[in-house]
């Protein structure tokens, strides 16, 4: 009678004991999983013991009626607060844990473990041994901190760990993308941690944070060594060699005013003040001769930039864009390396006319290169620069076509020289087109039908050829009053200069004694007896003299097409605008995250013959030589340096760099 007693009560002490040894082991299995490697955490756990099935109690049961019925009954004697508190936690485990249900999975498991710890705070703690285990020593809580995942394709099953402590590191991530582990132990910088994998070697632990200045490393292509189309160095004659830069800086107003457009970026690296710090040391670190720059805001320009740019060894040139804009164009060059001949600034506003309503500018200047006095008495023709921001409307490309003929125009008259010809020319700035569009070949072909083609297609920035209404352009663009033809040329410059005046002799003006005027009296004329009261007689014979009218105007010295725009300037692009070695596009600005390229640098490099191009030789009249460039960067890259602007490149575009050689004739 007595053992059926005991055995009734043991029996919810043994399914206690059961759910109290899971939950013990489940704490030590953590408490290892901060010290130990996953392989010793598997080793020590092999033989953990599991789920106690029914035949399992019973053994206990009958192993402990064995020992005596001594140790339990001092046991069931220590109160009746103790059974009681005994018998209701049994009663509540049992009523969660039925003997009946399976083992759940491990995860599920582990939460019920430590439910059922708290569950029964107020009962003993076994000891270990009578667990048949040895004491551990006191476990350490484990730190915890947040580490962000790595989104690498390599690593996305790994969370990647900062070095050195992470529990005083804040990280301002979006909770989806945060894993929370346990932090390691701080390891001396000497013994970077390494992850072992079968067949892999050693896989370094990846880096924290990359540098921007090696995110955005740009390499410097030199082609001053290539061999040209007659298989003869670049190098073999003498050169004038120069650098030209073309940076659009991102005026600080326009900035304010699409801060949407920057609102992955910092505040702090938008300040006016630290941008302009990281634009003067780009400045220094290139150092370029020639400095072409877009969206400069007129305040910094005065205030801050022409002082610096001075400092420096630059003269500066600067346009304001009309009406009420603060920002505009400068051309700044090194009066060591080069002499100003003329000074050209282009507005493309024209009041009255609709298609000319922007304002837009452009600025040209006209160049003498200055030759060393150890060469000689030797000459270099002169440069011409031509710097514009051209407009951004994605949808009114007849605008920017036309803002271009009006540079083209001018351009061509600051770089004809006497014989008819062109001095060598570059043109950049931001163009707002991108490669291969109708403006873009419009530039480097000479030649573009655009009669009837939809405004949008001319600069290819959007594509809006699902819209119901498109604006097409129409034939004439602009009106005959603008005074360019439609070969970008000033009208004037199209007639032949005329040569011999016109010569009024004697006999000439005999002609005219006896006219029909001139025997009129005047009114008013004063009555003079002997002198003007006298009328002229009209000898017997006399002819009325027939006035000879001026010739017609002569045509145009170029042939004028309806619906064609052309110019004979003969230009090329100093980039190809795709990497190779990536096999992506170029990228020079990020708007909305987009890649694109819209800043460029065309130079005369090639002849021309009935408009068509007769190969890629260089050509020594009139024409640069490409010595070298500064490569340019995909959108990946970009991406991975959190876009434009960042802390290492202050701008939303980034700068194009080209070094050029012209050729230096003797006397």
Request: some cysteine.
């Amino acid at each position: 009678m007595i053992a059926s007693c005991l055995c009734y009560l043991l029996l919810p002490v043994a399914r206690l004991f059961r759910v109290l040894s899971d939950a013990f082991f489940a704490c030590r299995k953590n408490a290892l999983l901060a010290k130990s490697s996953s392989s010793q955490v598997e080793e020590n756990f092999a033989m953990a013991p599991q789920v106690l099935d029914q035949e399992e109690c019973e053994g206990l049961l009958q192993q402990w009626q064995e020992e005596g019925s001594s140790h339990v009954c001092s046991t069931l004697s220590q109160g009746p607060l103790t059974d009681k508190a005994l018998a209701q936690s049994s009663l509540a485990l049992l009523m969660d844990n039925p003997g009946e249900q399976d083992a759940t999975s491990e995860d599920k498991g582990s939460s019920r473990q430590l439910s059922d710890l708290q569950a029964a705070e107020n009962l003993e703690e076994p000891s270990p041994e009578v667990l048949g285990e040895e004491p551990l020593p006191e476990a350490e809580d484990p730190v915890w901190a947040a580490v962000p995942m790595q989104t690498g394709p390599q690593y996305t099953d790994c969370a990647v760990l900062p070095m050195g402590s992470l529990a005083a590191e804040q990280w301002e991530e979006d909770p989806a993308v945060i894993a929370w582990r346990i932090a390691p132990e701080p390891m001396p910088e000497a013994e970077a941690p390494t992850w072992s994998f079968d067949s892999l070697g050693q896989l370094q632990l990846p880096p924290v944070e990359i540098p921007y200045h090696e995110i955005l490393w740009r390499e410097w292509e030199d082609f001053s060594t290539q061999l040209d189309a007659q298989g003869l160095e670049a190098g073999d004659g003498p050169q004038f060699q120069f650098t030209l830069m073309s940076y659009n800086i991102l005026a600080q107003d326009l900035m304010q005013q699409s801060s949407e457009l920057y609102l992955h970026c910092h505040p702090d690296i938008l300040n006016w003040n630290y941008r302009f710090a990281n634009l003067i040391q780009e400045f220094q670190h290139w150092d370029p001769d020639i400095l072409c720059l877009q969206e400069v805001q007129e305040n910094h320009y005065w205030e801050q930039l022409e002082p610096s740019l001075r400092m420096m060894g630059f003269t500066c040139f600067y346009k304001r864009r009309t009406g009420c804009k603060t920002d505009g164009c400068a051309v700044c060059y090194k009066p060591t390396r080069f002499r100003l001949l003329c000074a050209s600034p282009v507005e493309y506003f024209r009041p009255g006319l609709e298609l000319l309503n922007r304002d837009n500018v452009g600025l040209v200047l006209l160049l003498q290169p200055l030759v060393p006095e150890g060469l000689g008495r030797v000459s270099v023709a002169p440069l011409c620069v031509a710097n514009t921001h051209v407009l951004y409307n994605p949808r009114r490309g007849d605008v920017k076509l036309a803002q271009m003929a009006i540079l083209l125009a001018e351009v061509d008259k600051v770089a004809r020289l006497s014989d008819g010809s062109h001095c060598p020319i570059i043109l950049c700035g931001d163009l707002n087109s991108v490669p291969n569009s109708p403006l873009y070949n419009f530039i480097r072909d000479g030649e573009l039908q655009y009669h009837g083609m939809p405004a949008w297609k001319v600069s290819g920035q959007e594509d809006f050829s699902h819209q119901l209404y498109q604006r097409k352009l129409q034939a004439p663009l602009w009106p005959s009053a603008l005074g360019i033809t439609d070969c970008c040329q000033y009208v004037t410059f199209c007639h032949p200069k005329r040569s011999e005046r016109r010569k009024y002799s004697r006999d000439f003006l005999l002609r005219f004694r006896f006219c029909s005027i001139a025997c009129q009296r005047p009114a008013g004329l004063v009555l003079v007896e002997g002198v003007t009261d006298t009328k002229p007689e009209q000898p017997a014979g006399w002819a009325e003299p027939v006035l000879e009218e001026d010739p017609p105007e002569p045509e145009p010295a170029f042939p004028r097409a309806v619906g064609t725009v052309q110019h004979c300037l003969r230009l090329t692009s100093v980039y190809t605008h795709f990497l190779p070695q990536h096999g992506c596009p170029e990228v020079t600005t990020m708007p909305l995250g987009v890649g694109t390229t819209v800043d460029y640098i065309f130079f005369s490099a090639e002849s021309c013959e009935n408009g068509h191009r007769t190969g890629r030789g260089p050509c020594p009249d009139g024409t640069l030589k490409l010595l070298g460039r500064l490569s340019l960067l995909s959108e990946q890259i970009l991406w991975a340096a959190n876009g434009l602007p960042n802390p290492f490149c202050s701008s939303d575009h980034l700068c194009l760099l080209a070094s050029f050689g012209m050729e230096v004739t003797g006397p």
